[in-house]
T-cell receptor, first 113, second 115 residues
Framework: AQSVSQHNHHVILSEAASLELGCNYS??????LFWYVQYPGQHLQLLLK??????LVKGIKGFEAEFIKSKFSFNLRKPSVQWSDTAEYFC???????????FGGGTRLMVKP | DTGVSQDPRHKITKRGQNVTFRCDPI?????LYWYRQTLGQGPEFLTY????????KSRLLSDRFSAERPKGSFSTLEIQRTEQGDSAMYLC?????????????FGPGTRLTVL
């Protein structure tokens, strides 16, 4: 069975600090990975995705993630966070059939101005 | 707005009542998914449609839960004889489908409160 772990449940940063959110997955098939973000009062939005190819994936709003197969990880990074990045971030893995996402428990990020 | 829409956005009901939620996917998206999200958790997959066919329903939480997509466009999720443990956010997503791996786009959700 596939699973996703996000070890940081709450992260508090000051503006301009660098961000790295951890995501580890457990899945035996072809790995397709996603990061979604949920801003306060809004719905889940796609930040970035990895299907194949370059393991360093760039997404919207300056976010990037690196797929490291040997570590079963897909950590999300941003060099300099802004107050507007305050949100909850979810990592997810897609099953081989392409019809089911398994999400981690989410990381709630608060950026202090 | 051409995103996934859900109705209602909030539903308060008494224990034992039936509730039905509607999801309208992005136009021309063949696949439609239902997820449930409880407080402090990530979304949990419930079921999936390819056009009008419900291809995966083993993850529905109990036989009180059912979903339909009769014409391959909008979908409904029904919960019969609601229980307090059914209180959660119910999310709908859609994706284009077709060959290859595609991306799911989520709606705003329906928040259910069972009193």
């Amino acid at each position: 069975a596939q699973s996703v772990s996000q070890h940081n449940h709450h992260v508090i940063l000051s503006e301009a600090a660098s961000l790295e959110l951890g995501c580890n997955y457990s899945y035996g098939g072809t790995v397709n990975l996603f990061w979604y973000v949920q801003y306060p009062g809004q719905h889940l939005q796609l930040l970035l995705k990895y299907f194949s190819g370059d393991p360093l994936v760039k997404g919207i709003k300056g976010f990037e993630a690196e797929f490291i197969k040997s570590k079963f990880s897909f950590n999300l990074r941003k060099p300099s966070v802004q107050w507007s990045d305050t949100a909850e971030y979810f990592c997810a893995v897609l099953n081989n059939a392409g019809n089911m996402l398994t999400f981690g428990g989410g990381t709630r990020l608060m950026v202090k101005p | 707005d051409t995103g996934v829409s859900q109705d209602p956005r909030h539903k308060i009901t008494k224990r034992g009542q039936n509730v039905t939620f509607r999801c309208d996917p992005i136009s021309e998206h063949n696949r439609l998914y239902w997820y449930r999200q409880t407080l402090g958790q990530g979304p949990e997959f419930l079921t999936y449609f390819q056009n009008e066919a419900q291809l995966e329903k083993s993850r529905l939480l109990s036989d009180r839960f059912s979903a339909e997509r009769p014409k391959g466009s909008f979908s409904t999720l029904e919960i019969q004889r609601t229980e307090q443990g059914d209180s959660a956010m119910y999310l709908c997503a859609s994706s284009p489908g077709g060959a290859g791996t595609d991306t799911q786009y989520f709606g705003p959700g329906t928040r259910l409160t069972v009193l």
